[in-house]
Each structure stands twice: as structure tokens, then as C-alpha cells.
């Protein structure tokens, strides 16, 4: 599966991967998959759950609804089993943050990308 049109999975500079497969997408962002392939730990980041952006990712890119992954967050915390994303409240900011933040993940539509982030490509 190649990236929908207009939105871009991006990652931390340093993160040591240039794709993923769609599987592991899902799973990162559904928090169980909790670290890259070199041990470190993935901070994931994501819009408001009602941010047409997020939606369009929950559905087009991890084939889920924006509520199944809220479901999702809340049993892992509730359970004790994990931890929620962290939300922010504008692509800017999720720009922002992923490109301060090793390790970090998000998505933000393809004409926000700047060079301080990489685009990874989702297979």
C-alpha cells in the first residue's frame, strides 16, 4: 500500500527506518508496537480525533475509524498495558514536535513537509 494522496507518515530524522510495512503502521499507531527496530522507544503523535486530517489517516492510511483507535488507547491505559499517543492541536505543531522529538512518528498532509523531518514510505 503506497502513501493515500496528500498525506505523509512522517518520522524523527534519526529514526532508522525509510519505510514500513502497512501491518507495522497500524500497530505503532495502535500502540502495540512500542519500539523501532533498534530497541529504542517510538513516541507516536497524532491530530484531534475529530481533525479532518485524522480521520482521513485513520481511514485511508490504517484502515480503522478514528473511535476504534480511541477504544484501542483508552483499554491499553485503562489496562495498564500502555500508553495513549500524545495529541496536538495543529499540523504545525506536529511538524514541530517530530522534528524536536527522536524517535517520534506522526503524519501531516505532503505540502506542510520540510526538511527537518523524514518522509517515511509505507509499503
Known sequence: MANPPNIAVIAHQKVDAASLSAPRLKSIFGMRTTTWKDGKQIKV???KDKDPLHVRFAKDVLQTYPYSLRRIW???VYSGTGLAPTVVG???????LI?????AIGYIQQHNIDQNVKVLEIQ
Open 45 to 47: 503523535f497524532v491530530l
Open 74 to 76: 483508552e483499554r491499553r
Open 90 to 96: 495543529s499540523e504545525t505543531e506536529m511538524l514541530r
Open 99 to 103: 522534528s524536536e522529538t527522536e524517535n
